[in-house]
């Protein structure tokens, strides 16, 4: 399944190999943890188990930052 | 449970008498809780920990050193919701996009709570990082902290500020800490205060979110709708605190709560053993501006000299 996901102020177009990709799927693409990172879809932050549609807004924010 | 299941209701709701749906869950406090009530525990928990380590008086005219982060923004939104007189202060670093992006971020917050916020550009003051990166032989991270600190500072006081508050939070205190304790470097513990008093010509510093995490406080920003720099600071890609943090993370998902264990743990316990042991320096006024410094002429100065030189070479 293809899903357009907003990381980092970017637009990335990633083909997942099944059809049913979780929220924890796309943290788990970018290398994040739940444990500083969330995902957002259609303004909603959703479960970690929550299953993604490909026409949903859909965006991952990471709160880990250094410096 | 570690995450939030799907039909768990906000237990502050529930404290209440009715019943509403949580949006997140908060592993460290096992706390399930909607957006609203999330909100109002944020600003609550900042109102306690500026309360116990008393840190800012209603009296205080307090600055903000906002960066256009998610930290800066919610700090400053808090302390202006919870009634103090605070201000924010943006450097404008010159680090191309990243600076133009998070400066009008910045200004952008300041009128929606309709605060002053003042901006002092680098390349006016001395030269913009990536020119001082080039310039000298040092990390970028490291000539950019001392750089924030000393026109921090400098301004607060310059612009009639008492109280300097950054929005450093739980990840940032704990990473820091975590690095202090492999080397057991007690000079750096014994100042580990989330405040530190006016002396020797510094304001007094204050860290109001030393208690929240990052994912906590980026959810503030996200539930309250403020819009911040996302992306990170060029120069900060692969810091060696991203990899701390990452790896106390790992062990926060395991056993949550032990970041905040680590760290309260710390102040209660071991810093009161420790605070007199700080090598105090007899701090100086620097020749030529003024400022704290260590020897008779402070370390940004002493850049300018340098920088002067080099034109003039």
């Known amino acids: 399944m293809e899903l357009k996901i907003l990381f980092r102020s970017k637009e990335h177009v990633i083909d997942f190999p099944s059809d049913i990709v979780k929220a924890k799927d796309v943290l788990k693409h970018f290398d994040l943890s739940p444990e500083y990172a969330f995902v957002i879809v259609d303004g909603k932050v959703v479960p970690e ?8 807004k859909i965006k991952v924010v990471s709160a880990i930052s250094g410096g | 449970m570690n995450v939030l299941k799907r039909g768990s209701l906000c237990l502050i709701c529930k404290t209440k008498g009715s019943k509403k ?4 869950y908060l592993p460290a406090h096992r706390l399930p809780i909607c957006k609203e009530h999330y909100i109002d525990w944020v600003v609550k928990r900042v109102e306690e920990t500026i309360k116990e380590f008393r840190m800012i008086k209603k009296s205080d005219k307090v600055l903000v050193a906002v960066s256009g982060g998610k930290d800066s923004l919610a700090l400053w ?15 404008n670093l010159g680090i191309d996009e990243y600076s133009e992006d998070s400066k009008e971020l910045a200004i952008k917050f300041a009128k929606e709570i309709n605060r002053t916020l003042h901006i002092t550009f680098l390349k006016d003051e001395l030269l913009p990082i990536p020119k001082l990166k080039e310039r000298f032989n040092k990390p970028t991270c490291s000539v950019c902290g ?21 929005g450093h939070n739980l990840d940032d205190e704990v990473a820091v800490l975590f690095k202090n304790v492999l080397t057991w470097d007690i000079n750096y513990l014994s100042r580990q205060y989330p405040v530190l008093e006016e002396e020797d010509g510094f304001v007094r510093k204050v860290k109001p979110l030393c208690r929240l995490s990052e994912k906590e406080v980026a959810l503030y920003s996200f539930f309250r709708g403020i819009e911040y720099i ?26 949550p709560g032990i970041k905040l264990q680590f760290y309260n743990s710390f102040l209660k ?45």
């Not at chain 2, 990170?232 to 990452?246: Q, V």
């Not at chain 2, 320096?281 to 003024?290: D, N």
């Open chain 1, 49 to 56: 188990d929550e299953n993604l549609k490909p026409n949903s």
């Open chain 2, 21 to 24: 749906e949580a949006d997140i």
């Open chain 2, 77 to 91: 939104d808090i302390l202006v919701k919870l009634g103090y007189e605070a201000d924010g202060f943006y450097i």
């Open chain 2, 146 to 166: 001392t750089v924030k600190r000393y026109y921090m500072n400098k301004k607060a006081k310059e612009l009639g500020y008492n109280v300097l508050a950054t």
């Open chain 2, 230 to 255: 996302e992306y990170e600071c060029p120069f900060a890609e692969g810091a060696s605190t991203i990899e701390t943090k990452k790896f106390i993370s790992a062990l926060e998902e395991k056993s």
């Open chain 2, 269 to 313: 316990r071991a810093y009161p053993l420790i605070e007199d042991k700080n090598q105090k320096v007899m701090l100086k006024s620097c020749k030529i501006c003024g400022e704290p410094s260590a020897n008779d002429i402070c370390s940004v100065c002493n850049m300018k000299i340098k920088i002067g030189d080099s034109i003039k070479g």
